[in-house]
């Protein structure tokens, strides 16, 4: 195709002076607006590059200038020519002379003729960007020439205004500006400037106005600019490959600055808080509410009460069995409430402050019941919670696999230990449960939130609300830590919007208070196990074992009883036990309801493994360490009983690994001389999974009507219409840094950076790129969510190779990824033909017409769902593979505990991860701290006690006392990585950490009290505790051994 | 909705703009720094002092802002994590925290950052011990604090080079 372009202007100098500059392509090439360098190749002809593109599509290209035709001083020509978007052009360009006055009118003419099939196809497009490119020359061209231009432009900013493309460009280089992408030179910025002000003033026929007048209306283009340090970040690192390099993240940039947007960040006109009466009562009807008071406060909007909203709204769905199924869960307690902490009444007003003076004004007069606050009363059902329920006994299974009985028969020895109890604590995260509900006028709802798994969020809320799963909008952006705690939002964002919904759609923020998350905002689940009998041969290898275990939910099952399945995931530990009956059941409490928490129902069964170990360990007085090794499983894959497949792991090289960061030989030796003086210095392990990616057909094992079964994860990548790469995910992120890693998989799959890629923040419905199982759980993303992307990638390289290959009429064969001149493109091997994402996606977007039928399917917006390859488990006998990925880890611990005061302190700690194939080692460190920290402080500061009327006796951080940085040992870190033959970057599912320190810990407390023979059968251990524990002295009977004579 | 009556005029500069405000008397400056300022980088975690999420600098000092109340700081002078960044450039400890990975979430970030950036303003030197010390008010449920740790010492580090 073919463009011309003509004009004429007029300069001060006379025509000699100007047929010089003109004529002297050493003077005329650096006028060109984006000129970068120049190579004079003979006298007539120049090798010029200049800086093209639109955008982050931006490189050099290069331009032969020449002279033809030089007639003093009267007229000068030039041809360049050059390469572009996958195909070349040529340029014809013409200057003549003319005196006026004493000065000059230059005539000019410019030709621009495109070559290749894509430069015919954008050619639309192309007009509009060489014209711009043009009127920058001939405007740096008069700027150079005359001194009054300055003046003459003010003079003709009408005429100028009505330059189509003159605001368009101003646009671009504000926006440019504002993004902080490369500078054009200051004078082009400042003729396109002045263009722009013209543009946005054509019409305007009151007094003269300055460009100052017209910044208003830039402000908020400017205050759009985006932080982001991540180009340097990338650059700085400087990587051939991107997945595995120890990235910083893109998520930094914004919350350095304290600029991330959290749930109490959003605002939005017309916003009112809730606050929430709750009750001070374990258990107690509700005898009478009266709102009156709280209504008349000035500023007060609107109450909401139990009974008001279970007219109007569903009880939640049941996810338990049969009579578990008549569970009435409603946002607020109908009839009465069942938990300390439980919302009764809801009230709303313009302002938080006012929201809590009224809830002060709610009168609620209870009757208190009788409560059940552990499992032995629960399990009477004297007083039973749940009237549709019938009991407290909630679920109840019998997972039993090889032959236990013949194992016991054959043991060579028997070890019956007495009660254990695992205890009642949560993640806390630092960020309480919070959202922003808006009804919508139409009917539906907005939520900004931070639940963390918002797939199933929604088909909780849509029944209960009555709504269709299409009428909820749910987005997430920062989200200040979940450790699965925040999956147990959704009662909170139904009755918010409720409450939107009776105050004619206004935004309802509320968000809890700390007192009400420790409350209520989800607890992890105590255990208990019974009548724990373990079979070992004659060398100390467990051959069997039989327990009775008691999971202690609390008041509202809610995501229960998937914990009744999910420790099997992880049945025999790392240990080679073929043999085990685990009666499960599991109760409802007077007590805050639980929710997933960091290592969900797998920790307590770890723990339960790892004590049972050392326990037998001691009982037959074989070290730890010894005692691990003749137990561990040593061949992958491996089939547990239970029929989950174990893809990978080296738990001896763990070992191994671990002793030589702590030091194990020295530890050993000051450990025996710490004996000596009688100090109780204790050295413990252990050996932790971390199963990833659920197979929800397990769901099927805790009730067999449940409709779901294995797992997606869903990702969605296009090329926006300037050719930039944007991906959307499905996952909730609250540190894992999603974005970064994704990018890293992205770059690497495209051949290109990661700051070329735009992964946007949080989840959000309207992404569509979420399916039933999306949310960030179960130590899954690096294998579900990173998946979804690199089979996202799969597809677009497939349509971005069949458009190349048209527009630069090649083979998809001999077409590569990479990086060019203009940015991210495709190249055909070996040659310098070549098309960018800009042009590619013009192809599809922009400039569409004179296409093959063979193209018609190709949209570059590509919604990849990644399914495992999961089968439904066998209900009847609870076997299955019930995970796809089994992360480890193991730690090692050097405690002493004080004589006086019994404070058990860490001297030194190491901890090995193996997560297969590292992503971002810097990422996974800091998850291997994280959870490290998190299971010392819960082993040893942190627990939900409650007292026997069911009060809360550890209701703030006060109390409760989350483990802060004095308390924090240095830890020595350390990693294998033994790739998982199941996921296609060889990578498993991380984060969890499987509660490791809590039976390290144990081990390690257990060891120090060795000479008091005491046997640790909790897993808080905090001084008051371990005083009880070793005055107790009651080992006699907590742990017997019966050994057959061999 | 309180009258204009009960109402207190305050006047404060924060990270070096001056504000004049008419508050409730009840109001924390927290509050007044979230809702009225708008600067929400500083955060509510625990509503009693112990964590620190929402640590602010008061005329050179580390304050818990959940624990003041918005009229206790009239006529003072407030930096906030939105003024830690000068003429673009973000402070040592901002760069720090992001090269070391020292944080993950985020919500805990801007407390830490101003808890050791008035540590550091009075003790450059900081050794380890100081910096747990220093920053035994700020609670972190992702890092472990390992990471955190490290980013403050290679702020110190940088600072012993540079002299």
């Known amino acids: 195709m073919e463009m011309k372009f003509s004009g004429e202007f007029a300069v001060s100098p006379p025509p000699a002076e100007v047929f010089d500059l003109l004529s002297d392509p050493q003077k005329f090439a650096p006028l060109l607006p984006t000129f970068s360098s120049l190579e004079m190749i003979d006298a007539n002809t120049a090798q010029v590059k200049v800086s093209v593109g639109i955008g982050k599509i931006r490189g050099t290209a290069t331009t032969q200038l020449t002279l033809t035709k030089k007639v003093a001083p009267s007229h000068a020509a030039y041809v360049g020519t050059g390469k572009v978007m996958g195909g070349v052009y040529s340029m014809i360009s013409s200057y003549d002379l003319e005196p006026r006055g004493s000065g000059t009118l230059v005539k000019w003419q410019g030709e621009v003729q495109l070559v290749g099939k894509i430069l015919s196809l954008a050619g639309g497009g192309m007009r509009g960007y060489a014209e711009q490119e043009i009127n920058a020359v001939i405007n740096s061209l008069r700027q150079a020439m005359s001194p009054e231009y300055q003046q003459e432009l003010a003079a003709r900013k009408k005429a100028q205004a009505e330059q189509k493309s003159g605001w368009f460009s101003g646009l671009m280089r504000k926006l440019h500006k504002s993004e902080g992408s490369a500078a054009a030179p200051a004078v082009d910025e400042e003729a396109a400037n002045a263009a722009y002000t013209a543009a946005l003033t054509a019409g305007w026929s009151g007094g003269d106005l300055t460009p100052e007048d017209i910044t208003p209306v830039l402000t908020p283009l400017r205050s759009l600019a985006r932080v982001n340090d991540f180009p340097d970040i990338v650059k700085r690192q400087a990587s051939d490959k991107w997945v595995h390099a120890p990235l910083s993240r893109k998520e930094d940039s914004r919350l350095v600055r304290g600029q991330g947007l959290f749930v109490d960040d959003y605002k939005v006109d017309g916003m009112v808080h809730m606050a929430l009466v709750r009750s001070p009562y374990a258990h107690a009807r509700i005898v009478r509410i009266d709102t009156s008071k709280a209504e008349s406060l000035p500023g007060v909007l609107c109450t909401l009460t139990g009974s008001e909203i279970a007219k109007v709204c569903n009880p939640f769905m049941q996810i338990g069995p049969g009579e578990a199924q008549n569970i009435r869960d409603f946002p607020l307690a109908v009839e009465k409430a069942i938990h300390q902490g439980e919302p009764v009444v809801a009230v709303v007003a313009e302002n938080p402050r006012l929201a809590t003076d009224a809830a002060q004004l709610v009168e609620v007069e209870y009757e208190a019941l009788p409560v059940a606050v552990d499992w032995q009363s629960a399990l009477e059902d004297k007083c039973v919670l749940h009237p549709g329920m019938g009991t407290n006994h909630h679920w109840h299974g019998v997972f039993e696999f090889g032959e236990v009985d013949k194992a016991f028969a054959e043991a060579a020895h028997v070890v019956k230990i007495g009660q254990m109890d695992f205890h009642r604590f949560a993640s806390t995260p630092l960020e309480t449960n919070a959202v922003v509900a808006t009804w919508q006028p139409f009917g539906g709802v907005d939520f900004f939130c931070n639940n963390s798994f918002p797939a199933i969020a929604v088909q909780m809320i849509a029944p209960a609300l009555g709504l269709s799963i299409d009428q909820i909008r749910c987005k997430t952006h920062d989200i200040g830590g979940s450790f699965g705690n925040k999956i147990g939002t959704y009662p909170y964002m139904t009755l918010a919007a409720m409450a939107s919904k009776k105050l004619g759609g206004r935004p309802v923020k509320w968000i809890e208070t700390r007192n009400e998350n420790m409350l209520a905002g989800g607890h992890g689940s105590e255990r208990v196990y019974l009548d724990t009998e373990v079979a070992l041969d004659k060398d100390g290898l467990i051959t069997a074992v039989r327990s009775r275990h008691i999971d202690d939910c609390g008041a509202y099952p809610r995501y229960e009883p998937l914990g009744c399945v999910i420790w099997s995931q992880v049945l025999p530990a790392v240990y080679k036990t073929r043999n085990f009956r685990i009666d499960f059941n599991q109760v409802v409490t007077n007590k805050g309801p639980a929710a997933p928490n960091r290592g969900y129902s797998r920790l307590q069964q770890l723990w339960f493994m790892e004590r049972i170990i050392d326990i037998c360990a001691h009982e037959l007085n074989i070290p730890g360490d010894e005692m691990r090794l003749r137990n561990y499983i040593r061949e992958f894959p491996y089939t547990t009983p239970n029929g989950c497949v174990y893809d990978s792991g080296n738990y001896p090289l763990m070992l191994e690994k671990a002793k030589a960061l702590i030091d194990w030989d020295g530890w050993k030796k000051k450990q025996a001389a710490a004996r000596a003086e009688g100090r109780w210095l204790g050295i413990g392990i252990g050996t932790t999974l971390d199963s990833g990616t659920n197979n929800f057909g397990q769901a099927r094992i805790v009730n067999p009507y449940l409709p779901f079964s294995g797992n997606s994860e869903v990702a969605t990548i296009k090329l926006d219409l300037d050719g930039g790469v944007v991906v959307m995910l499905g996952s909730t992120p609250s540190g894992q840094g999603h974005e970064t890693t994704t990018a890293q998989v992205v770059a690497d799959e495209l051949g290109i950076r990661p700051d070329m890629i735009e992964v946007r923040t949080g989840f959000d419905t309207t992404f569509n790129s979420h399916g039933g199982h999306s949310g960030s759980y179960a130590s899954q993303f690096a294998v579900t969510g990173l998946s979804a992307v690199h089979g996202a990638c799969q597809k677009l390289k497939k349509e971005l190779k069949m458009l190349a290959a048209f527009a630069l009429e090649a083979s998809e064969d001999d077409l590569e990824f990479g990086i060019g001149q203009q940015g991210p493109e495709l190249r055909v091997k070996g040659t310098d033909r070549s098309i960018n994402y800009w042009a590619l996606s013009a192809m599809v977007n922009i400039n569409t017409a004179g296409q093959p039928p063979e193209l018609a399917d190709v949209t570059l917006n590509i919604r990849h769902v990644y399914r495992p390859p999961f089968q439904i488990p066998d209900v009847e006998k609870k076997m299955g593979n019930l995970t796809l990925t089994y992360a480890a880890q193991l730690h090692i611990a050097v405690v002493e505990v004080d004589r006086q005061t019994y404070v058990p302190k860490i001297l030194a700690y190491s901890a090995v991860d193996d997560c297969g194939n590292v992503i971002n080692p810097k990422i996974v460190a800091g998850q291997v701290h994280g959870a490290t920290i998190h299971g010392i402080g819960a082993a040893l500061m942190e627990s939900f006690i409650y007292d026997k009327e069911g009060n809360l006796l550890t209701a703030s951080f006060t109390d409760y006392t989350p483990i802060t940085i004095m308390n924090t040992p240095d830890l020595a870190f350390g990693e294998i990585e033994t790739p998982s033959p199941f996921s296609y970057n060889g990578a498993k599912g991380m984060g969890e950490g499987g509660g490791a320190p809590l039976h390290t810990m144990s081990a390690a407390i257990q060891d120090a009290l060795f000479a008091q023979n005491v046997i640790i059968r909790n897993s808080f251990n905090s001084p008051g505790d371990l005083y009880e524990t070793v005055k107790r002295a009651d080992r006699q009977t907590a742990v017997k051994v019966e050994s057959r004579a061999s | ?163």
Request: overall charge negative; proline content about 4%; charged content about 20%.
């Open chain 2, 1 to 163: 909705m309180p009258n204009a009556a009960q109402l207190v005029t305050i006047e404060v500069t924060v990270n070096g703009e001056k504000y004049r405000r008419q508050v409730e008397p009840r109001m924390l400056l927290v509050e007044f720094i979230r809702e009225e300022l708008d600067l929400t980088g500083t955060h509510i975690g625990c509503d009693t002092s112990y964590c620190g999420a929402c640590t602010v600098q008061l005329n050179g000092s580390p304050v818990k802002s959940c624990t003041l109340l918005a009229v206790q700081a009239d006529g003072g002078e407030i930096l906030t994590v939105e003024g830690l960044e000068k003429d673009g450039q973000l402070h040592p400890l901002q760069k720090s925290f992001s090269e070391h990975h020292g944080l993950q979430c985020g919500y805990c970030t801007p407390g830490m950052l101003m808890s050791a950036h008035a540590l550091l303003e009075q003790n450059p030197q900081a050794d380890r011990k100081a910096i747990r010390k220093a920053l035994a008010g700020n609670v972190c449920r992702c890092t472990g604090y390992q990471n955190i740790l490290k980013a403050v010492e290679a702020v110190v580090n940088e600072t012993k080079g540079g002299q």
